[in-house]
């Protein structure tokens, strides 16, 4: 529901219930710790105050006696996830791979290993531009669609972004193309290396008023 800074607050105060009542280094803090920096992600602000939340939780996951295999992996492919989306640089993918082999000791670490790698998920995710668009409502409003396919590479960038059909042609292609060209993708990770990636396809549906 985009209310960030609210949600930011809440988790904060459940920090501070856990520090006050289990220690400054107790395990539950991980997840409103990593929670705290997707929130700074999916707003698509690279503040600090993320990336160190991170970081916190990470050294408490490796040093805590309570922590398990799945709790270390959510952080490191969090980390990725933050570097992806923010780096400047290409990010060699350090974290996917050592969540990746950590899942190697999870049960179920197969079915999360698909559900994470098997397909690119968006980490940072740009919106078409919906400018000339209609409610779905709106009286004599129809919908239309955009499909795009595209490439992912091993730095979480699209490449060969093609709009494959159209309706109506034309009229939301580049918006649509320039949507995906700007949003960044957690790549593919196959027998513990990070791959590029062929063939995706998105769809944006949307309704219009066709003219007159």
Known sequence: SYQ?????????????????TEGPDNIALVRPLREVANTYRRQKLAEGRGI???????EIAQTSVDADPL????????????????SRVNYAGDEYRQAWHLLGRVEDGEAIRARWFNEPNYVLREFPSSRG??????????????????DVDEYGGPQNVTVLESEPPGFKDD????????S???????????????????????????EE
């Open 4 to 20: 960030f800074d609210a949600a930011r607050f809440q988790l904060v105060r459940g920090m501070e219930i856990i520090r006050e």
């Open 175 to 182: 918006t649509m193309v320039r949507a995906i060209r700007r």
């Open 133 to 150: 668009l209609a409610d779905a409502g709106d009286f004599g409003a129809v919908e239309g669609f955009v499909r795009v396919t595209f």
């Open 52 to 58: 160190g939340s991170l970081r916190r939780a990470l």
């Open 71 to 86: 709790t270390t992996a959510r952080v490191l492919r969090d980390i990725g996830d933050w570097y992806i989306a923010f």
């Open 184 to 210: 960044r993708f957690r790549p593919r990770v196959i027998d513990g290396e990070v791959v590029y990636s062929t063939g995706l396809i998105r769809n944006f549906t949307f309704h219009y008023e066709p």
